[in-house]
């Protein structure tokens, strides 16, 4: 049967995650909601990578199998049955194998933080009016590439076979006037970028030293992190895939 890609984007603060939920508003909820007004069909959706509820995305992704027709067309209807705050930006059609979370190589976050009051991003960024240090807060983004256990980064109940994750990309900038972090990695824990965000404040603002900031890494003890980072500020950016599937991403149904 063949298989599609769907691109989307959403604002998270309404939402109790990326994934379907008994008794809950979900991303998946409204989405396959969706699928079942236009098409008067059930689709079973896999998503490539889960947010937390209130997190946003910039890019994400879900698949599905049907034998119905699919069309540029079905972009617009299926954006003029989804909430506002919900939208799709792309299907496309790729091979049956394709699989939108196991073919991913990379994902991407940004994690935005303003320190004056702005009405215009209470749900889009964390206020967070301290002083901070930024050179000590890219140390830290630094030092967080040397490693590949994040076992101190992870929530508890989580239902992984290891904690090891390789940071490509880690660094703090400065973009409209926030402080944003941004990360690139093949995979992330749960909880691990608001984990990562938290614990180094602590360090920015010299609540704790850099030799104390590697101690909390090297721990492998989720109970030293900062996990305390609101939901908010966060953005899922941008989901690479592998070579073999790039040429089918270039152009939507």
């Known amino acids: 049967m063949p298989r599609y890609f769907l691109e989307l984007s959403y604002k998270g603060t309404a939402y109790s995650g990326f994934q379907v939920q008994d008794n809950a508003e979900t991303i998946q909820s409204e989405v396959q909601k969706a699928f079942y007004t236009l098409f008067r069909r059930a689709f079973e959706l896999t998503g490539s990578s889960r947010t937390d509820a209130g997190v946003h995305a910039s890019q994400n992704f879900f698949h599905f199998d049907t034998d119905l027709p699919v069309t540029t067309k079905h972009i617009y209807n299926l954006n003029a049955l989804l909430p506002a705050d919900i939208a799709v930006k792309a299907i496309y059609s790729v091979p049956d194998t394709a699989h939108c979370r196991f073919d991913a190589i990379a994902r991407e976050y940004k994690y935005f933080i303003y320190t004056g009051k702005d009405p215009f991003l209470v749900d889009r960024a964390w206020a967070y ?11 830290a983004a630094r030092v967080l590439t040397e490693y590949r256990d994040f076992t101190s980064f992870s929530k508890r109940n989580t239902q992984v076979n290891n904690f090891f994750c390789s940071i490509e990309l880690s ?3 400065i973009e409209d006037n926030q402080l944003v972090y941004h990360v690139k990695a093949n995979r992330f824990l749960r909880g691990m970028v608001r984990g990562l965000v938290g614990t180094m404040l602590k360090l920015g603002r010299e609540l704790v030293t850099i030799e104390e900031f590697r101690n909390i890494i090297e721990s492998k003890d989720c109970t030293k992190a900062d996990f305390s980072t609101p939901p908010q500020g966060l953005f899922l950016t941008q989901i690479t895939y592998n070579d ?10």
Not at 244 to 253: D, G, H, T, Y
Request: positive net charge; charged residues 20%; glycine residues 0%.
């Open 129 to 139: 009016p301290y002083p901070i240090n930024i050179d000590l807060l890219r140390l």
């Open 171 to 173: 660094e703090w900038l």
């Open 244 to 253: 073999s599937l790039k040429p089918f991403l270039v152009k939507a149904v």
